[in-house]
């Protein structure tokens, strides 16, 4: 069963950084797209930051250019975001998505994404 898992969210001051997971099942994550999203309360849907297939090329919004990377363990299946310099701006559900494709995630839309987690909240606040 193809599955996506994110976990390492919480609740975190401003400043502060958490490392969110994305582990998958099923499906080797070195042959797809891997995009992080999240959605606050009232507001779309936001495609942070993605990892490309083949070579690793990486996409981040302008919202946290310089605050977060994204990064892949083969080895362990799993992606990671690791969040720093968090604000309350930051606060929402955090998903991670995979498509198999090995073209730049960057191109690749929200709604072209297969496979998607169940997310995972983050509360950024003092």
């Known amino acids: 069963q193809l599955q996506l898992v994110e976990s390492g969210g919480g609740l975190v001051q401003p400043g502060g950084s958490l490392r969110l997971s994305c582990a998958a099942s099923?499906?080797?994550?070195?042959?797809?797209?891997i995009g992080w999203f999240r959605q606050a309360p009232g507001k779309e849907r936001e495609r942070i930051s993605c990892s490309t297939a083949s070579h690793g090329q990486t996409y981040y919004a302008d919202s946290v250019k310089g605050r977060f990377t994204i990064s892949r363990d083969n080895a362990k299946n799993t992606v990671y975001l690791q969040m720093n310099s968090l604000e309350p701006e930051d606060t929402a559900v955090y998903y991670c998505a995979a498509k198999p494709t090995l073209f730049l995630c960057s191109v690749v839309a929200g709604d072209e994404y297969n496979y998607w987690g169940q997310g995972t909240q983050v509360t950024v606040s003092s």
């Open positions: 099923g499906l080797t994550l070195a042959n797809y797209a």
